[in-house]
């Protein structure tokens, strides 16, 4: 149970810390490009794969503390960071083949996704449905 409070805890933090270093970024830029989306991608995968190296580390460092960093911090402050850590764990274990189909699978379908959910509410609200 307290590994489950952590994780919503870092979670809640997690999507605080985005939600300010987005609109800080997109403020100082002043860009219509989503500099505050990249900075938190790269941001959280460099702080996945810095935490990773840490806890394979001397350290010890209990598990409701290691998820609520990685599943629960991490994964309110971005996703990415996990899609980028699972790609080069592909990479690393000699597995490129799947490391570039995730790459092409998840972006590549993330966008056709989005194109097509806008397309079909866009449809329903249209003809009425929704």
Sequence with gaps: MLKLVLIAVGGGLGTLARYGITGFAQ??????FPFGTLAVNLLGCLLIGGLSAFFVGPVAVREEFRWAITIGFLGGFTTFAAFGFETFALFE?????????????????GVLAVWAGYRL???LRDSGVA
């Design 27 to 32: 403020r100082i830029t002043e860009s219509h």
């Design 93 to 109: 274990s000699r597995q490129g083949g799947l490391a570039v189909a995730n790459l092409l699978l998840s972006n590549l379908g």
């Design 121 to 123: 509410v866009g449809m």
